[in-house]
């Protein structure tokens, strides 16, 4: 009764194709329709087999589902549920995986009002963008936020809930405003000091774009891995979530003038203590099986 | 004639372990020698059998060599190399593998005048510290910069530079002073900002340790392996290129604040195009082998 049987997916890029390939694997009985607004990727989806029916428009991808997840920019999702709305059937449940929730939570209740909706994001994903970027194990391990409204439906967000633990997420509810601040910091925030570093060192004029690849095993090369993600998606993830990120963005400043302000004074006790706590938390992260535990991400190495 | 036969390694942490084990594999036939100043290190060196010769003192370690390499935290450079000058043989080679140069260019001359001095930086390491971390591989396609002085000798350069070739690595020769500025953007300021979102998201009142360790996979995990180095090495560097560190944060900051206020004035133009333009960057390093061409470095997924 928990289960879902035909599921609609529209937007089948890293996370969407991801999504169908985990289904696929995870729920074989599942009818799985997808749909993308880019006719490429449509194509590509067909000559992958990733869904059953690629549909042409996103209210054709709905009109026998009983869940759709919105897998768009969250800057549109308001925009493709108002396309989905006159063909969604009663009581199909509408989610999505947008990285940001307070804005994509209004924004569904705005366009589908009456529809059970369990705004979701799954903390998952790579550098890579695009139908082929997807892989069936992308969620296993990973945890799944749902940030379904005080009213919700409760039934509902069981459903959605028991759906991405037999995807191998870890499921956890919050409201969508504690979920913005905690991917601020988590999420939005690396990503943002990832592309201005990038930035940064690609704008020098004294160092030469080939002495910056050339070095960037001294650590500038794992920033590069977020600053390659797509950049229509992390636009959208600032727009909409403005207010958290520009609040964590001013404590990391106040954090790092205060570094700045040791090194121009030559104070190594402050950075040595600094510096010294902040091991703690890479082991915490190992240890909850967040990150591969072997040096250096295991990469490159034998 | 360019080969070394007698080489001491002082310092038995991950470089200098490493450098040991890189020697063993690649070079038989050479006497090593080795020393640490912490008594724990050289009882591990000993069961590890990194070296031929474990010495008690930075002196005797190198009485019989014909190349020295400090492998200790840059602050201490000129220190140590005061220890082992009176134990130099004539025609010994010095050199190091600190992470800024221009200061210990100038430490060591001060310490060891007349001495055939070969500074120089293999870009290359993990965020495990001690000797247990250290592996033969860590410097296998990476570079390894040479900073002699204008008037340093040709023929120690040369045996240097093979030195670092016979051990895997591609050599790169440059000024301290440009070499200084290259690592301020590619490893010494990657590494402060590390730190820096560290320690911000571990002060969080709101956002709870465990929610930033467990939803770390939205991409603060990645600045935590870095912020997981040795805090007196890094506090070191920092100190010893302090004006280099502090030109870039400067730039840094300033690339940042346009972000901010690209964020806060809504200009999702002005994020794109930023966005778009790192991406790049990634493809650069990957094409040059400095980083590994996998998706999410190809951590944790099969």
């Known amino acids: 009764m928990l289960l879902f049987a035909r599921v609609s997916i529209i937007g089948l890029g890293l996370i969407g194709s991801s999504l169908a390939r985990a289904v696929r694997e995870r729920m074989p009985t599942v009818r799985l329709t997808g749909h993308d607004a880019d006719a490429g990727v449509r194509e590509t989806a067909v000559r992958l ?36 709305a006159a063909d969604l059937p009663a009581d199909c449940v509408v989610s999505d995986v947008g990285s940001s929730k ?6 569904l209740a705005r366009a589908l009002p ?13 550098e890579r963008s695009g139908p082929e970027a997807g892989f069936a194990g992308l969620f296993a391990g990973r945890w799944c936020i749902l940030t379904p409204a005080e009213d919700a439906d409760p039934i509902a967000v069981e459903r959605v809930a028991a759906f991405w633990e037999a995807l191998g997420a870890r499921v956890e509810r919050m409201t969508p405003e504690h979920h913005d601040r905690v991917l601020a910091i988590t999420s939005h925030l690396p990503h943002l000091i990832a592309y201005t570093i990038v930035g940064t060192a690609s704008d020098l004029a004294e160092v030469t774009r080939s002495e910056v690849l050339q070095y960037s095993a001294g650590g500038f090369r ?7 993600s797509d950049p229509t998606m992390w636009r959208d993830v600032f727009l909409s979530n403005r207010e958290a990120v520009l609040d964590m963005l001013q404590r990391f400043s106040e954090d790092l003038s205060q570094l700045q302000r040791a090194i121009r004074w030559g ?11 902040t091991r703690a938390i890479r082991r915490g992260i190992v240890e909850q099986g967040q990150d591969d535990p072997r040096p250096d991400f295991g990469r490159g190495h034998p």
């Open 267 to 277: 104070d190594g006790d402050a950075l040595f203590d600094h510096f010294d706590k």
């Open 114 to 126: 009456g529809v059970a909706l369990v705004p979701a994001h799954p903390v998952a994903g790579t």
């Open 49 to 84: 087999d990733l869904v059953d029916d690629v549909a042409d428009t996103a209210g054709a991808a709905v009109t026998a589902a009983d869940l759709v997840i919105l897998c768009v920019p969250v800057g549109v999702i308001g925009q493709v549920a108002a396309e989905i």
């Open 222 to 228: 794992d920033f590069t891995r977020i600053a390659a």
């Open 102 to 107: 307070a804005g994509v939570a209004s924004a």
